[in-house]
């Protein structure tokens, strides 16, 4: 799959992701260094653990290089889990969760689709 139809079937921002970036091949390359990163890994050992700090930094940073590489979905569902552990709510972190690990396993399904030629 090639980078547009990436983000039209992620229903990402590829054009803000270029504008914040610089190029198409800088967006790739980050997309490709996005699906190598441990920060999905820190968050998930965070919440099993139930350490809200530690899983606010976590997913603050998700929040962060999704709105960066324009992963839309990603980053509204990572926002909101930013938002109920900031306040420290595990509760409602806990219910939020599955939608931010759904949209980071979609995100690096997508990425690792991506064609090698680019």
């Avoid at 290089?65 to 509760?91: C, D, H, I």
């Amino acid at each position: 799959m090639n980078l547009e139809k990436l983000y039209q079937e992620m229903g990402g921002d590829m054009a803000d992701a270029v504008r914040r970036l610089g190029s198409i091949a800088a967006v790739e390359r980050f997309l490709r260094m996005f699906a190598g990163d441990d920060t999905f890994a820190m968050l998930e050992a965070a919440m099993s653990a139930g350490d809200d700090r530690r899983a606010f930094r976590a997913a603050h940073t998700l929040k962060g290089l999704a709105a960066n590489l324009g992963l839309v979905q990603l980053g509204q569902a990572a926002s909101a889990l930013t938002e109920a552990l900031r306040g420290s709510n595990m509760q409602r972190a806990s219910a939020l969760y599955p939608e931010t690990a759904a949209a980071y396993r979609q995100a690096c399904a997508a990425i690792g689709e991506l064609d090698t030629d680019a």
